[in-house]
């Protein structure tokens, strides 16, 4: 269906699928993309996705995606949509099944001139500090008044027991958690699931990369965000595990059957959704924002680890080694917020599908501490390729709901690139560029070979062209951990 899907060019980054192209659409749809990225979707059935996330009742303007675009489960990733309060749905296929996954950058007072002498100890720190693979798990369950405060505190239980600072929650979205999380959504499965994942990377195109900043592009904001070249900082890519999975899996099931005992078929049952104000749909938003502030919790225990890693390779206190939070940024969420649409200013549900927020300098949401410059916007390449720090555009609520791509966006599938790279040839090319890969399978290097994935420098030319983001710094890999 994705190639018989005709595009509209507007501009020199926007394509619509307009109105009448695909049954059912109640709105167009928006691509933002470049001829050559539009090359990688061809036969990628995400075009019919994203046509089929214009059918949704409610949806406010437009379906969009973002040039990352691929396929995903109900949404493809890459997809953004806003819903009218009263009209609208909520769909946990348009958030994801790893809920608030997301990117953490840490910033250190080091250079590659202090790491790079000792980067393989480093690495083999990090990956014995911080578990990886399928199924990761560190240390006793969680009991259950434990993982309740996690869900209903997020990343601020970690800090109240001492893992971490009170400077590290202020430059975190939501603050590290998420109000209206209600921890007896959880089902005792996904209990089960994330007690023992907590400050695990798991697997998949999760990562822990030690990187330096090769280059600067906005000498004011880069000191706003603490950037200096030269500079290492590390950068890591996780979710809610196990339990977020499980979260997923427990709503989108209950709202299917709901839906076909009511008689409703959507165009994808993938999409099973529910109205805003009922009750199915108010249970996994406060399931969700509890999966979100484990997740958010998760990244804070990795941040424990990193800097116990780092202590042990220079022998010096974290503190003093001044490893501290840049910004962390969630991927698959649905939030409330206001937006200018084009009925005019009101409060929607944006569903964020691998994509981020992108706000500008002056809104509520974006920590004091960059209030007056913009959000960060933090978007990873591969392991084999540069990763950039960018910062939110006014642009971007007018033309995205605030949104921006969330990473280079697959090209291949994990089971076509395991087919196509070796992982001798893969982790032999990364070493004699200088990067050194610690990883915890095979699969997990070939599955996520820099090949596999877009171009990540088209893809951030296209989010800076489209006025979804403007380029900050560029951080390029030394060391990476892999699931």
Known sequence: MAAALPLVPRDEFTYDIEVDVARGMRVPARLFSSPSLLGEVAHDPALGQLAHVATLPGIVDRALAMPDIHFGYGFPVGGVA??????GIVSPGGIGYDINCGVRLLRTGLTEAHVRPKLAELVEQLYRAVPSGVGSRVGPALGTSDMDEVLAKGARWLVERGSG????????????????????????????????????????NHFLEVQKVEHIFDPARAEAFGLTEGQVVVMLHTGSRGLGHQVATDHIQKMDHELRQQGITLVDRQLCCAPIPSEG??????????????????????????????????????????IEVVYDIAHNMAKFEEHATEAGKRRVLVHRKGATRSFPAGREEV??????????????????????????????????????????GRRLSRSAAARTFRFDDVTRTLRERGIMVRSSSREGVTEEAPGAYKDIEEVVRVAEGAGLTRRVARLAPMGVVKG
């Open 82 to 87: 806003a819903f009218d309060l009263s009209e």
């Open 367 to 408: 920590p004091e501490a960059y209030r007056s410059s913009g959000q960060p916007v933090l978007i990873p390449g591969d392991m084999g390729t540069a990763s950039y720090v960018l910062v939110g555009l006014p642009t971007s609520m007018t033309r995205s709901f605030g949104s921006s791509c969330h990473g280079a």
């Open 165 to 204: 600072t009170p400077e590290d929650l202020v430059v975190q979205e939501e603050n590290g958690c998420m109000s209206g999380a209600d921890p007896h959504r959880i089902s005792p499965e996904a209990r089960k699931r994330g007690s023992r994942q907590l400050g695990t990377l798991g697997s998949g």
């Open 281 to 322: 749909a108010q249970e996994y938003l406060a399931a969700m924002a509890a999966a979100a502030n484990f997740a958010w919790a998760n990244r804070q225990a990795i941040t424990t680890g990193v800097r116990r890693a780092f202590e042990g390779t220079f022998g010096r206190p974290a503190a003093e080694l001044a």
